[in-house]
């Protein structure tokens, strides 16, 4: 007995290390590699992470699958864009008037449809989704289909979010997923993310069980829509350029979803651990296939979502813990 | 002192009526035994009760308050818990959590939330199973979880839909235990049963629907010599049984 | 032409596509409705059927009316081999499964076809696609007459199916209740793999005779998925006759929307008549 739980406590600490030293390796890593291509890369893995995470909280642990998330992400970039051109407001205060914009859009335009069960509310999002990209689309003042582009105010300035380099934009996305990481962290061990992942398993049960299941589906669209709106604003000053069909349209709003879903839905480390696998799979079709195969990355995308759903429903996350769990049962069994 | 007073409760489905001109009142402490035949409205009128269908008409009183058509989760905030004829565990998670999910109803704090959940499995003897995940969990001993997780809500009142249908007589002996140790903590419980055989052995009294009436009630004695309810339901079982 | 005139020719247009529009939404509700299951590349399978059409026309000259049914068998056999591979293994697992499969699936056949053909647009010029007939004022285009007689015919050819057919009322009774089919000695497996044949072959000939209005592209399928789900929810999802008068009233809608707002913004007002449908009718029309 005792045996079992120091092996367990050093099993832990074992763990804290791994982090740790990912953690270290990740703070110095643009310090060992020069090459603006590892940059980029690295910093679509924490953009891709971050965008996945969001939608995991709504679809992943409350259990409503959204196909409409590029409108969140799309708004909150359209918002920071729009004060900053028109009016050369900090994207960070963009940034925030974004979340709130679309925490409200999200409330009116979303939460009739969150009674919605199942597969409808999945295809009512594909619609609402729409509907706000091509308001965009045709909309003049916020640069109809061409979009916006973000002239180059300072070679460098964080007021203006903008810089020449890709260090700091690495420094910057990295921090914003570890903080997001650490109130997901958070979330998941406290009422609120108990609740949410109740409502995803039985509602009739939940309601038994004292959930306000309405109360609860809104905090989870409200946190999964801001989440979304934040890392919009990072994606229009990063590439300083948005329109309405990169930021809102059906590839942004599959790619917020593919990490989480092939890393394992509804789980901390999932998005994330999907987010390393599939980023350098698309790189390294981008690098070894060119132009010619443009996309060819989504068709792997789409075996691997195939593969997931029937051999590993939990995705890559629940298969590993899955894998790990009989192996440290078996080598209890054997000692 | 009068825990629940059930009012002159009406329900009716598309013109079919499933609970009519329903009163009853209960006293706090006790054990009500709700019997009748299949489809007598037992279910619906526990549905009512906890918020999950409006009423048509009719008043439900909780410890002198209105409680009527009031929301699920409101019900179970004001102290009335319940478990589903066929248990629905939320299944990717363990016994213990499940249970948890409960016990933040009166609590915010997850480590107060345990603490809830540890005594609640206990009280049932689930707690072998606490890491369990849910839908790995046999059904006699589902229902067991769903009475520990609706106990960590911490009601004053408990409605047990069916908790001995379907059970092996070591598991119907085992959940009789667990009903006599909830009531010993001074929970009252209202319990819907199919068979005169339990009910008798438990309720204090007993409260006997037919076709969404009240046909009688009174003491289990009375009720099982009351020839309405020989005729009925007991009748039903003879003629089934020739 | 006067106002009155080109409202009629408006409403004409808006009932010939929805009739395409129905049998699109049919394949996808016939699917629900036996087996509970929503096919997101149903829109894909009916982008294959397209190019299908256009590579037997270009590379042998065949006429898309006289490949239909080689397209149609193809999309049954290709609808049956999903079914069996794909979706018979996770059916009965929880919804989230169940959709990214399909949509695994449609990512997979959307790329693919992106990566072989290229995202061109293509149109398949056949003798008759410009042929314009007159009723009185009103013109009609041959490609949109022909199309939506022939999903007529099939709409109505697929209803006698299951009417009159051991077949067709096996997989109806299997639809009403599954276990009490299996009791009654259906082969709900057999059953279940002929439906998702049936809805896709219904897309494969949608697909057929989209390509006689409708410029082929990869990425087509999407709008015609979205359409055909919107259809159902409108219309009534898993009802047979909740697909047809989806069907039109969409087709309606499109058109009218194009006629009295700006062509820009149909999508949107269709998409706005979906939402407030779910809102006060989730069930739709025809739902019960």
């Known amino acids: 007995m005792l045996r079992i739980k120091m092996l367990r406590s050093s099993l832990k600490s074992k763990q804290l290390e791994l982090l740790l030293m990912t953690l270290i390796a ?10 603006t291509y590892f940059l980029h890369v690295m910093i679509m893995i924490f953009f891709f992470a971050f965008a996945n995470n969001a939608w995991n909280i709504l679809s992943g642990y409350v259990g409503l699958v959204s196909f409409g998330h590029g409108a969140f992400l799309g708004l909150g970039a359209y918002t920071s864009t729009l004060l900053l051109l028109n009016f050369g407001v900090s994207p960070w205060i963009g940034m925030i008037a974004g979340v709130i914009l679309t925490s409200i859009v999200a409330a009116a335009l979303f939460l009739p449809l969150l009674k919605l069960s199942g597969h409808f509310f999945a295809l009512s999002t594909i619609a609402v989704r729409e509907i706000i990209r091509l308001v965009f689309e045709y909309t003049p003042y916020v640069g109809g289909a061409m979009g916006l ?14 810089f020449s380099s890709k260090i700091p934009y690495y420094y910057i996305a990295l921090t914003l997923l570890l903080v997001q990481i650490l109130i997901l962290y958070k979330m998941e ?22 959930v306000d299941v309405k109360r609860y589906k809104i905090i989870a669209l409200v946190l999964s829509a801001s989440f979304s709106a934040v890392i919009g604003t990072f994606y229009a000053q990063y590439f300083l350029y948005i329109h309405p069909n990169s930021t809102m349209g059906v590839l942004i709003s599959v790619e917020m979803l593919l990490s989480a879903v092939i890393g394992g839905s509804g789980t901390l480390l999932g998005p994330v651990i999907g987010a390393f696998v599939l980023i350098p799979v698309e790189t390294v079709c981008r690098v070894y296939l060119g132009g010619m195969w443009e996309g060819f990355h989504l068709v792997i995308y789409g075996i691997l979502l195939i593969s997931v759903s029937i051999f590993a429903p939990g995705g890559i996350y629940g298969k590993a813990s899955g894998l790990l769990e009989t192996l440290r049962s078996k080598w209890r069994k054997g000692k | 002192m009068k825990l629940l007073d059930v009012d002159n409760v009406t329900k009716n489905f598309k013109g079919l009526v499933a609970v009519k001109n329903f009163s009853f009142e209960l006293e706090k402490g006790k054990l009500l035994g709700i019997i009748g035949p299949n489809g007598a409205g037992k279910t ?21 308050e209105d409680i009527t058509n009031l929301k699920p989760h409101e019900i179970c905030r004001k102290g009335i818990a319940r478990t589903f004829q066929i248990p629905k565990p939320l299944g990717a998670i363990s016994v213990l959590d499940n249970i948890m999910i409960g016990a933040f109803n009166r609590v915010t704090s997850t480590s107060k939330a345990r603490k809830i959940a540890e005594e609640s499995i206990s009280l049932v003897a689930l707690s072998q199973y606490g890491s369990v995940k849910a839908n790995k969990l046999p059904v006699a001993f589902q229902k067991t979880l769903a009475i520990a997780s609706s106990l960590a809500t911490q009601p004053k009142l408990l409605l047990l839909d069916e908790p001995f249908a379907g059970l092996s007589p070591t ?17 009252t419980i209202i319990l819907i049963e199919h068979l005169m055989r339990i009910i008798m052995k438990v309720a204090d009294r007993i409260v006997v629907m037919h076709h969404g009436e009240k046909i009688s009630e009174g003491k289990p004695e009375e009720v099982a010599g009351d020839p309405k309810v020989i005729k009925a339901y007991l009748g039903e079982k003879y003629a089934l049984r020739k | 032409m006067s106002w009155g005139m080109l409202f009629l020719q408006t409403i004409t247009n808006g009932l010939l596509i929805g009739a395409v529009y129905a049998l699109i939404a049919l394949g996808l509700n016939v699917i629900y409705g036996v087996m509970d299951f929503i096919n997101f590349a149903h829109g894909e399978f009916i982008m294959l059927s397209m190019y299908a059409t256009y590579f037997m026309f270009v590379l042998l000259g065949w006429d898309p009316l006289l490949s239909l049914p080689i397209s149609m068998l193809m999309l049954f056999g290709l609808g049956a081999i999903s079914e069996i591979f794909l979706v018979k293994p996770i059916l009965g697992e929880r919804m989230v499964i169940q959709v990214f499969t399909t949509y695994g699936l449609l990512l997979f056949l959307r790329n693919i076809a992106t990566f072989f053909w290229s995202s061109t647009w293509r149109t398949l010029p056949t003798s008759y696609s ?24 099939f709409t109505i050819g697929l209803y006698m199916f299951f009417k009159k057919t051991d077949t067709g009322i096996a997989i109806r009774a299997t639809s009403q209740d599954r276990e009490t089919a299996k009791l009654m000695g259906v082969d709900v497996n057999k059953i279940y793999m002929l439906t998702f044949g049936l809805g896709s072959a219904c897309a494969g000939v949608a697909g057929v005779l989209l390509t006689l209005v409708y410029p082929i592209q990869p990425e087509v399928g999407e709008i015609f998925c979205v359409l055909s789900f919107v ?16 069907g039109f009233l969409i087709g309606l809608t499109e058109s009218l929307a194009g006629f009295l707002v700006a062509p820009a913004y149909k999508h949107i007002i269709v998409f706005i008549v979906f939402i407030i449908t779910l809102l006060i009718r989730p069930k739709g029309l025809m739902g019960k």
């Open chain 1, 26 to 35: 990740l703070c110095i890593a643009p310090l060992m590699s020069k090459s």
């Open chain 1, 149 to 162: 582009t973000i002239p180059i105010i300072a070679s460098s300035s964080l007021y203006y979010f903008q």
């Open chain 1, 189 to 210: 061990r406290s009422k609120v993310g108990y609740y949410f992942i109740a409502i995803r398993e039985n509602e009739e049960t939940a309601k038994a069980l004292g």
């Open chain 2, 44 to 64: 619906t009128l526990f549905n009512l009760i906890t918020g999950f269908y409006p009423v048509d008409s009719g008043t439900i009183t909780f410890k002198g």
């Open chain 2, 171 to 187: 598991d119907t002996e085992r959940t009789l235990i667990t009903v006599d140790n909830i009531r010993k903590t001074g929970v």
């Open chain 3, 130 to 153: 410009d042929v314009v007939l007159s009723l009185g004022e009103i013109r009609i285009s041959l490609g949109y007459a022909l199309s939506s007689l022939v999903a007529l015919i």
């Open chain 3, 231 to 246: 259809i159902c929810v409108v219309g009534g999802m898993g009802n047979f006759m909740g697909a047809i008068l989806g």
